[in-house]
């Protein structure tokens, strides 16, 4: 995983489940699919430094490289399984 940009402005972050609906929705088809990748990919998301978790009735935010994030978890749970 790539480490924590520091060079990445708040204002870049937008809701989870915008990205999902405007970018992300062709992998995660449905909220509930997003919020099961978060609870098993948390650690990496965060450490990523593309997700920032959300408080109270601040929602989950990511950043504009949360794409190639995902992407990095999805092979690497698919080279995974060629060693399983």
């Known amino acids: 995983m790539q480490d924590a940009p520091t060079n990445t402005p708040l204002s870049s972050f937008q809701p989870a489940k915008k ?3 405007t ?4 992998i995660f088809t449905t909220d ?3 919020d099961w990748f978060v609870r098993k990919h948390r650690k990496a998301l ?8 959300g408080r109270g009735h601040r929602p989950n935010l990511v950043g504009p490289d949360i794409d190639w994030v995902v992407l ?3 092979q690497r749970e698919s080279q995974r399984s060629l060693d399983d």
């Open 19 to 21: 990205w999902r609906k």
């Open 23 to 26: 970018q992300g929705g062709h």
């Open 32 to 34: 509930a699919s997003l």
């Open 46 to 53: 965060i450490d990523s430094g593309q997700f920032i978790v």
């Open 72 to 74: 990095e978890i999805f």
